[in-house]
């Protein structure tokens, strides 16, 4: 009883020193925030939310003299349709300042040129959200939640809204759904199948606190309800950035790895891989063993499903200084990493992943010509066998992070070379390249 009494005091004190240093942490970040003079993050997004009424129809630039800017965790889509890709969103850091993005790009596959859309009442600005296309009633993109940055990086506001893009017209709405929807979140992701939105995972992130989730949840596109499922089984740890898509013949669900922190300054990297299927009664989840030639493990890569394949490109691994690799072996795992004591190394390479026979393989190349350069977090969407690439971040060195505006395609039936259809414009970059992006200041990747 005596140890049981003492474990119980260890354990509140320990509960009430954390919680003590995080008041005192709010304190310090609400002192800065006033500081630099800026505005209450809720503010910021009613200003922009103001700007864009000014809007009353909808205006296509086509060909738009603006393409898209440079920025990363951007939502890239098919049109369900057409031959066009639709373009929303995403954020741009220059080193002191962060910006967000609500604006609509819609690029002309046949054409080669982008088009630029002006609507009334889009979606506020976001990057980390997530967007689906359906061929329902004339085309329609899905978008779900997201974040919104404060300039300085020290406020996060996590949106828990539901917008379509109504593709025959061009107009967003907004829509206003049941309390049994998923929280604010990002870095979540979303498929569809049988007239439905699946939704898994996510995370929040408050600077002081952060959160992350492994709930389930299904948005019915006749009904328009969201439902939590509960499936039996195994489900996989809380995670964000964790790809589900849908087998060809749309019979089951598939989860594929993940990140998530433990604390500010460990991350941990997930490389199971979990079935979801459903019957008449119920949905039911399990993790499947998976073989192949893995990865070398990684976090912020790119993937999106073709046929019954799974197609991975890039992504970030933070080495141990000591010597602590990323080897093949090491994809079989859950690994923590420690980001005080880590540099980064980006990847340009391509993996496919066979969701029938469950195991992994490289993509080779045939030519090395117009190869995209290594980076985390870009945009990628397969249309019609084709893969298109847009954006990211890389790092020039340890304090310089980079983000790229470049876009290229790859035919992934021939695999002979990569086209670059539009470089990275060094002229617009304006990156300032000072002590304040170090990455020695952040806390850790935000892997979305």
């Avoid at 876009?407 to 617009?428: A, E, P, V």
Wanted: net charge neutral.
């Amino acid at each position: 009883m005596g140890k049981n009494k003492d474990r119980k005091k260890k354990g509140a004190a320990v509960q009430k020193t954390a919680t003590k240093a995080k008041k005192k942490t709010e304190k310090e970040l609400k002192k800065q925030i006033e500081q630099l003079g800026e505005e209450n993050i809720e503010q910021l997004i009613t200003k922009h939310v103001g700007k864009d009424n000014t809007i009353e129809a909808v205006i296509i630039e086509e060909p738009t003299q603006n393409p898209p800017s440079r920025r990363a965790n951007v939502s890239l889509t098919e049109h369900p349709l057409k031959d066009e890709l639709i373009l929303f969103g995403g954020e741009f850091f220059d080193g002191r300042t962060t910006i967000l993005f609500n604006d609509l790009y819609i690029y002309d596959i046949k054409k080669q040129h982008w088009k630029r859309i002006q609507t009334p009442q889009p979606p506020p600005p976001r990057s980390s959200h997530q967007a689906v296309s359906v061929s329902m009633r004339d085309g329609e993109l899905w978008m779900f939640g997201g974040e919104y940055t404060s300039p300085s990086q020290s406020q996060f506001y996590h949106y828990n809204d539901l917008y379509v893009l109504h593709l025959s017209t061009l107009r967003w709405e907004k829509q206003v759904t049941d309390t049994n929807g998923p929280s604010g979140r990002s870095g979540h992701r979303m498929t569809t199948t049988k007239r439905k939105l699946i939704l898994f995972g996510g995370f929040q992130d408050y600077v002081t606190t952060f959160r992350y989730f492994n709930d389930l949840y299904s948005f019915c596109l006749d009904t328009f309800q969201w439902t939590q499922l509960k499936p039996m089984g195994q489900l996989p740890t809380p995670r964000s950035a964790a790809p589900i898509v849908t087998s060809q013949d749309g019979s089951t669900l598939f989860i594929i790895g993940g990140y998530s922190k433990e604390t500010d300054d460990k991350g941990v990297v997930h490389t199971d891989v979990f079935a979801l299927t459903q019957d008449e009664i119920s949905w039911q989840c399990r993790q499947v063993k998976i073989s192949g030639n893995k990865p070398d493990l990684r976090c912020g890569s790119s993937l999106q499903c073709y046929l019954n394949t799974c197609i991975l490109f890039g992504g970030v691994t933070d080495n141990d200084i000591e010597g602590i690799g990323n080897t093949a072996s090491a994809f079989l795992k859950t690994t923590k990493f420690d980001a005080t004591k880590m540099r980064s190394a980006f990847y340009n390479d391509l993996h496919r992943f066979d969701l029938h026979k469950l195991k992994w393989y490289p993509i080779e190349i045939k030519s090395v010509e117009n190869i995209p350069s290594s980076r985390m977090n870009a945009a990628m969407v397969i249309k019609q066998g084709i893969l298109y690439l847009y954006g990211g971040l890389r790092e020039l060195d340890e304090k310089k992070q980079y983000t790229l505006d470049d876009f290229y395609s790859l035919n992934l039936n021939k695999l002979d070379t990569w086209t670059c259809l539009h470089g990275d414009n060094q002229q617009t970059d304006v990156h300032i390249y000072s002590e304040s992006s170090s990455s020695d200041d952040d806390d850790g990747e935000r892997v979305s």
